[in-house]
């Protein structure tokens, strides 16, 4: 996950193209990461407030949101809740 993080803050830099160690560029980034952290949790607590009948389902999306941390997080904000709800 640490090397995950270290990636995201690379690409951030890289793509808004600003000095990654002035202050302005390291409090953007830690904004950045931090909106991402904080949508994981909410993503893991809105998995398991769904039914118990829907365990298998809610054990892969909640594996897939932590094992490939952007990729599950993007992918359940579009196709989870759907899935989940139905």
């Given at each position: ?28 980034v830690?904004?950045i ?5 904080l ?8 998995i398991?407030?769904?039914?118990y009948?829907m ?32």
């Amino acid at each position: 996950m640490l090397n995950s993080i270290k990636l995201l803050i690379l690409n951030i830099s890289i793509i808004f193209n600003f000095k990654l160690f002035t202050m302005d560029g390291l409090v953007f980034v830690y904004l950045i990461v931090a909106v991402w952290i904080l949508l994981s949790i909410r993503a893991i607590i809105e998995i398991s407030k769904f039914s118990y009948k829907m365990r298998m389902k809610k054990l892969i999306w909640t594996n897939l949101v932590i094992i490939f941390p952007f990729g599950g997080l993007i992918a359940y904000y579009l196709f989870g809740k759907q899935n989940l709800s139905a």
